[in-house]
């Protein structure tokens, strides 16, 4: 149980254009989904917090403007990166939680790359 | 202000050994703590988790972890490596507010054939 997906697992894209990453989770509601990212050889940065029917949390740091995050259902967040440019090239990574537990299920990972 | 520790960036050990490898963590109150594996270009697979009880956690894979209260630690140990123990492996503590992890470094475990 508590699994969570990501979608796609790697995409690469032109600069300037946008790219949507999407999380689910499979068998249980997550009230409560968490955006990370994670440069080469580095832990997790976490950019953001979204709970289901509200505006995600941003991390300082993190341009709300550019990294969208939708949590419209208790089983999809989307990640949308907007006008993407090399420097978003990493590997995002989401998780997922239930209401009231401290644990959190991740997904397999998007590797993004712009050219 | 809350923070893992994960005091070496890698760890080499011959395969058939043992492993330890260290995590402290500074946390106010009584710490949920986590042990994460990440194989190269992979998701996050959890470990063990210590929440209360036994300080003596089993996980899966093989895996142990011990929480210290008196030394703020929370160290995961495998008897006897595998070449596929070869890893990153990730220690955190979340915090009670508003169900963030806080990540320690990671550790980058080489399996010596």
């Known amino acids: 149980g508590a699994v969570v997906s990501q979608h796609p697992s790697w995409v690469i894209c032109k600069s300037g254009t946008s790219v949507k990453i999407e999380c689910r989770s499979l068998d249980f509601q997550a009230t409560t989904m968490f955006w990370y990212r994670q440069f080469p050889k580095q832990s997790l940065m976490l950019m953001a917090t979204s709970n289901e029917g509200s505006k995600a949390t941003y991390e300082q740091g993190v341009e709300k403007d550019k990294f969208l995050i939708n949590h419209a259902s208790l089983t999809l967040s989307t990640l949308t990166v907007t006008s993407a440019h090399p420097e978003d090239s990493s590997f995002y990574i989401c998780s997922a939680g239930l209401a009231g537990s401290y644990e959190q299920y991740f997904g397999p990972g998007t590797r993004l790359t712009v050219t | 202000a809350q923070s893992v520790t994960q005091p070496d960036i890698h760890i080499t050990v011959s395969e058939g050994a043992s492993l330890e490898l260290r995590c402290n963590y500074s946390?106010?109150?009584?710490?949920?703590l986590f042990w994460y594996v990440q194989s190269p270009g992979q998701g996050l697979q959890l470990l063990l988790k210590?929440?209360?009880?036994d300080t003596l956690v089993q996980g899966i894979k093989g895996f142990e972890a011990e929480f210290k209260r008196s030394q703020s630690s929370f160290n995961l140990r495998k008897p006897s490596v595998h070449w596929s123990d070869a890893a990153e492996y990730f220690c955190a503590v979340v915090l009670y507010s508003n169900y963030q992890l806080i990540w320690g470094a990671g550790t980058k475990l080489i399996i010596k054939p």
């Open positions: 946390y106010g109150a009584t710490p949920y």
């Open positions: 210590y929440f209360s009880g």
